[in-house]
């Protein structure tokens, strides 16, 4: 009984591992980021209109999904927190996700 309970143990083990390493990397939202390391960048996002519209613009829009990255282990890796999906400094190309025609070069300073 005993190994058996062993090995339905290792066999689930074994698929969460698997469903955690495979799977889409989800978004953990702005007042975590705020509350884990990035309080003054979030204070200062909530004074723009990125944080006042309907659909919020927020961390992970620009930054990409934090759940693979957010680890403080990971974060303390720059090239890990990259490799994890990180995207440390956004460029214009990812302004223009959204602002298409109405970008200017001053909108990557005014985010937070």
Do not use: Q
């Amino acid at each position: 009984m005993k190994k058996i309970a062993v090995l339905v143990l290792t066999v689930l083990t074994f698929f969460l591992f698997i469903f955690s390493i495979s799977a889409e990397p989800t978004e953990l939202g702005a007042e975590k980021c705020a509350k884990m390391c990035h309080k003054a960048e979030y204070d200062s996002w909530l004074k723009t209109k990125h944080a006042t519209m309907r659909h919020k613009v927020d961390c992970e829009t620009c930054h990409g999904k934090g759940s693979d990255y957010a680890k403080m282990w990971i974060m303390k890796d720059k090239e890990a927190a990259k490799a994890a999906g990180l995207i440390a400094k956004p460029d214009k190309e990812n302004c223009l996700k959204c602002h298409k025609n109405d970008f200017k070069e001053s909108m990557l300073k005014e985010c937070h």
